[in-house]
């Protein structure tokens, strides 16, 4: 295809410019990056029509967007979080009138109106086959993808990549209870003749008001809940009752003792309850650094701190959207420390072989190989 008489808008959806904004396809990355080193005086439309595409606000009007984006960051601002651009979607949104949809975006955004974080109007969904009786609203994001809203009582919501909740059909009756399979941050509404209740296959988290992050994928070996502001009561599956202080966590290991999932600090140690399945820690800060690790997700920062390849590979097969898979198994337990922002999967793989030795293809758009 001829992009030389492209304009900005044409650009957008064009679904092999929109791999290369999101770094999904490695074909499409290498392609723009030798079109733009043909032709470097369209760098300028290039980077103007990327910034757009990662501003498409979902289809909301730029008034209610603007409102919605202050709100939420001055929440997050509020609690020293600097809220960062959203992941877009691996495929376009399409729309009945997707040509008069995107127009209107880019005008939004040519007009000035400069945003960092994108705040979308998540659609609910039909209930998946995992969901419980009883929860019949669904907001999900596909992996790659991370979405903000808020829920009917004013509780702002971001879900991770790859993740689902389900309210409770009472919700909107006054009974704010839901279900979360994934990872969440939540800025909850106060209300207190109505305590908050997220449930998750592992614990039960009882608020009135407050923000933290809710980390309980089902294929991890833990699962977390890290607190902001305010304070969480945490009922465990295995009987137990934990009070969570601000800026500490609470670490459960499935199915081991929590020092058989990973090594302790003499700290964790101390704060750990003896041959229990989990523990109390502080929040993870990055040095020379307000970011916090176990929230870094929420302002578009991919943080590993001193993390297994194993989980790491589950990180980035949620946040680009792919498949990897290791054709020896000690690359598994070879561990990383890095701080990556708005980097392709390439990219990273690359910094990440600067410290440890190992090769990798992609075998597809969607699959990695990982090779001692």
Not at 344 to 361: A, D, K, Y
Request: aromatic share 10%; net charge neutral.
């Amino acid at each position: 295809m001829n992009y030389l008489r492209h304009k900005a808008e044409d650009l957008v959806m064009d679904e092999s410019f929109q791999q290369y904004c999101t770094g999904t396809n490695p074909a499409a990355v290498r392609f723009w990056e030798q079109w733009l080193a043909a032709h470097p005086e369209k760098r300028e439309l290039v980077q103007a029509a990327k910034v757009i595409y990662l501003r498409l606000n979902g289809g909301l009007d730029a008034e209610t967007f603007a409102g919605h984006h202050r709100r939420f960051t001055e929440a997050l601002l509020a609690e020293g979080i600097r809220p960062g651009m959203q992941a877009p979607q691996l495929r376009p949104v399409t729309r009945a009138n997707g040509w008069k949809w995107y127009t209107l975006a880019v005008a939004a955004t040519l007009t000035g109106l400069v945003l960092t974080m994108v705040w979308m109007q998540a659609g609910k969904v039909a209930p998946s086959a995992g969901a419980a009786d009883g929860k019949t609203a669904t907001y999900a994001s596909k992996p790659g993808e991370r979405k903000a809203f808020q829920l009917p009582d004013g509780t702002k919501v971001v879900l991770n990549a790859a993740s689902t909740l389900w309210l409770d059909d009472g919700f909107q009756k006054g009974k704010r209870t839901l279900t979360l399979d994934g990872e969440a941050y939540f800025d909850i509404a106060q209300d207190a003749s109505s305590p908050f209740v997220i449930h998750t296959e592992d614990m039960d988290i009882t608020v009135l008001g407050t923000a933290f992050n809710v980390k309980a994928y089902k294929d991890d070996e833990t699962v977390e809940t890290s607190l902001i502001r305010g304070r969480v009561r945490i009922d465990t599956r295995a009987g137990h009752q934990v009070y969570l202080q601000p800026k500490e966590k609470l670490v459960i290991a499935r199915n081991k003792e929590i020092q058989d999932i990973q090594p302790l600090t003499p700290r964790q140690a101390d704060m750990k309850k003896a041959g229990s399945h989990y523990l109390i820690d502080s929040l993870t800060h990055i040095p020379h650094d307000s970011a916090i690790v176990e929230l870094s997700w929420v302002d578009n920062r991919l943080i590993f701190a001193d993390d297994t390849f194993g989980d790491i590979a589950r990180k980035l097969e949620r946040w680009y959207g792919v498949q990897i898979r290791f054709e020896s198994e000690e690359l598994r337990g070879y561990h990383f420390t890095g701080h990556f922002n708005k980097e392709t999967l390439q990219r990273v793989l690359e910094v990440l072989q600067l410290s440890r030795g190992f090769r990798f293809r992609f075998e597809d758009d969607h699959t990695v190989v990982l090779q001692p």
